[in-house]
């Protein structure tokens, strides 16, 4: 779980996200992990990890990649905000 923490992944439809952590739903138990988007604005998103894992249309739903500079700065600017 842990090395998807602070990794970027690109959704099968396209889109850029970064984890930020992996949390425990009070309630259930089950992992989630929580990303933000790479896109203005930013918005805080948490998913059930098995969901994360899962492939959606025959593929990965999401996979690793090696970041574009506007996305380190991107997420360095909203870090910096908290």
């Known amino acids: 779980m842990s090395a998807l923490v602070k990794k ?3 959704h099968y439809k ?3 996200y970064y984890v930020c952590n ?3 739903h009070t309630e259930t ?3 989630l992990v929580n990303y933000i988007n790479l896109e203005l604005p930013i918005n805080y998103w948490s998913r059930p ?3 994360w ?3 959606a249309d025959g593929r990965p739903r ?3 990649v090696i ?3 506007d996305h380190l700065k991107t997420v360095q600017e909203h870090l910096n905000k908290c």
Do not use: H
Request: proline share 4%.
């Open 53 to 55: 894992n899962d492939l």
């Open 14 to 16: 396209g889109k850029y």
């Open 29 to 31: 138990n089950e992992k």
């Open 49 to 51: 990890l098995l969901m």
């Open 8 to 10: 970027f992944f690109r």
């Open 67 to 69: 970041p574009f500079v």
């Open 22 to 24: 992996i949390s425990t």
């Open 62 to 64: 999401f996979t690793q």
